[in-house]
C-alpha cells in the first residue's frame, strides 16, 4: 500500500466515524422530540461540537492530502468528496442540534398523536434510514444504492409539501395545539434539508466510483 | 487531418531482437504540448527518438512503420533535413562547452555549413535567446561560455539553440529532470510561450509536469501506447486502468 493509499483509507474511517457520531446525534434528537426529554436534547447540543471538531479535522487532513501528495484519478476525486460529504454531513449535525433545540424551547410537550397526524415521525424514519443507506453505499462503494436515494428523498419532499395541510387540521382540532404544531411543521422543514443534503452525499459518492457528474440533473436523469 | 504535424503509423521500435515499441498510431496538432510518459522502460524515449531519427544511431537499433511529418515519411528524407526540421532538446542541459552562448546559439547553422551574415546572426540569436526567455539575463555576456549558466539557464540555451533552426517540432526528452524547482519552473513557463509558435512533444517521468504543461497525454506502457487523451481527462478520469494504476501509484 502506497502512503497516499494509507492515508486516504485513514480518511475514509474518519469520514465513517464522523457519520456514526452524526447518525447518533440524529437519532438522539428524534427520542428526545418523541420522548420529550430535555436533557437528551442538551447531550445533542453538547456533542455538536464533536460534529464540529470532525469536520476541521477531515478539513485540514483533505487539504494535507492534495498539499503532499499532489492526487489524481479516482484519489483526486475522492478527496473532492470527501471534502463536499464532509460539509454535508456536519449539516446535518446541525440540523440534529436543531431539532433537539426546538425541544429544549418548547414550553408545550409535543404531542405523539400531532406527530403521527403531521406525518413527522413517518418522514424522521425514513430521513434515519436514508442516512444509514448513505453511509453504507459509501462504506461498499454502492452507486446502486446511492442512486436509490434520489427517489427516496422524493418521499421526504411529499410529505414536506403536504406538511401545512396535516398542521391546520391539526390545528383546526384544538387552536390550543398552535405552539406545538408550529415546532412540528419547523421539524418538517429541516427534514426535508437532510434528505437533500443525502442526495447531495448521493451525488458525491457516484461521483467519486464512476467519475459521473449528477449534480443539477432532474431525478429521473440521474439513474 | 489538415491540422496534424506528425503522425506516427504502426511505428516499432526495436534494439535487436528486442521490440521497444509496439505498432504505435498517434496523431499530433500542430502547437500541441504533448506529453509523453510511462515507467522506465516502456518505449516512450525510444518513441520520441523514433520521430528525428535518432533511434536509428545506436547500433543495432532498427525500426519499422511511418512517422508522416506533415504528410511525409521522415524515414523517405534524408535524416539531417529530419533533425533539420525537428529539434531536440536533452535530459541534461549540454551546451557546447567551448562555444560561446552566441556561438551555441547558432551552432546549427555553423554545423551543418550555413553560411549566415553576421548581421543575420545577431537577429537569430537575439529572437531565439527572447523566445527562450534568456535575452534579458544574457544580452550583456553573449560572448561568455555557455557553461557558465546556471543549470536552468543552460537548458533554456538549449532550447534557444533549437529554435534558432526554426523548426516545425521540438522534441524533450526529460528536460527538467536534472534541473532544480526554480529551473523546472522556468522552463515549464518558457513551454507554454513556445506553443504559440511550435509543438512541443515532452517525454517526462514527472507526472505533475505532464498535468502541468501539456494539451493531451500519452500513456506508454511494455512498448504499447495505451492511452492518448486529454490531459485533463487523464489526470480526473483515465480511460484504462493500467493508466489509472500508474498516475495514481499503483503501479506493481
Partial sequence: ????????????????????????????????????????????????????????????????????????????????????????LERIGDIAAGIAMYVIESPVNFDLKALEKSQVLRMYEEAVNILMDTRTAFEKEDTILARSIFKRDDVLDKINIEAPEYIAAIIREDIENINESLYILSIIRKLERVGDQSMNIAEEIIFYVEAKILKHQESLNKE | MENTIVKAENYNGYFGDNHVVKDVNISINKNEVIAVMGPSGCGKTTFLR???????????????????????????????YVRYKIGMVFQRPNPFPNLSIYENVVAGYMLNGLKVSKADKDVIVERSLTSAALWKEVKDSLHKKGTFLSGGQQQRLCIARAIAMQPELI????????????STSSVEALFHELKANYTLIIVTHNMQQAARVSDRTAFFYMGELVEFDDTKQMFTNPADQRTQNYITGRFS
Fill in chain 1, 1 to 88: 500500500m502506497t502512503q497516499l493509499e494509507t492515508e486516504i483509507s485513514a480518511l475514509k474511517s474518519e469520514l465513517i466515524s464522523m457519520w456514526i457520531l452524526v447518525q447518533s446525534q440524529f437519532n438522539k434528537a428524534k427520542e428526545a422530540m418523541v420522548q420529550f426529554d430535555k436533557d437528551l436534547a442538551r447531550e445533542v447540543l453538547v456533542k455538536e461540537k464533536r460534529v464540529n471538531s470532525f469536520e476541521l479535522k477531515i478539513d485540514r487532513d483533505c487539504e494535507n492530502i492534495l498539499a503532499l501528495h499532489c492526487p489524481v484519478a479516482i484519489d483526486l476525486r475522492f478527496l473532492l468528496a470527501a471534502l463536499k460529504i464532509n460539509t454535508n
Fill in chain 2, 171 to 182: 522534441l524533450f526528452d526529460e528536460p527538467t529532470s536534472a534541473l532544480d524547482p526554480i
Fill in chain 2, 50 to 80: 523514433g520521430i528525428n531519427r535518432m533511434h536509428e544511431l545506436i547500433p543495432g537499433a532498427t525500426s519499422k512503420g511511418k512517422i508522416l511529418l506533415d504528410g511525409e515519411n521522415v524515414y523517405d528524407m534524408n535524416a539531417i
